[in-house]
């Protein structure tokens, strides 16, 4: 019946028994099961604290910089600038991602900068 619908994007026979078989043996949720491996070390409050730090300081770095100087992997750093604190490059800054009354010390250091370069011109 499946196939009927779905024709070549139909779940095989065999990956539908085998579902049945893990649910009526081990458990009835598809919740992820601890993997093993390596957990993540790199987004820890440490490091996180160490990116906003450093973005304070100068908001124009790279990814790459931040992950050269602070000595973590690229990826985290995005994960860390992205996800934990929220900002995103605007105009080669990395600023938050909306703007709101409890950001008006930052945005205006910003079009203060872009004014001056519009006037040195």
């Known amino acids: ?10 779940v095989s ?11 009526r043996e081990e458990k009835e949720t598809m919740d992820n099961a601890p993997h093993s491996g390596r957990p993540s070390t790199s987004v820890t409050t440490d490091n996180i604290e160490r990116v906003r730090q450093t973005l ?15 000595e973590i992997n690229k990826d985290s750093v995005s994960t860390i600038i992205h996800k934990d604190l929220g900002k995103y490059k605007i ?6 991602h909306s703007l709101t009354d409890e950001h008006p010390t930052g945005s205006p250091t910003v079009l203060q900068e872009w004014e001056m370069k ?3 011109r």
């Open 13 to 23: 026979r065999k990956c539908v028994y085998d579902w049945f078989k893990h649910f």
């Open 56 to 70: 304070l300081q100068n908001r124009r770095l790279s990814l790459r910089w931040i992950s050269e100087e602070l």
């Open 1 to 10: 019946m499946l196939y009927q619908v779905y024709r070549t994007d139909a």
């Open 91 to 96: 105009c080669s800054h990395f600023m938050p």
């Open 118 to 120: 519009s006037v040195s």
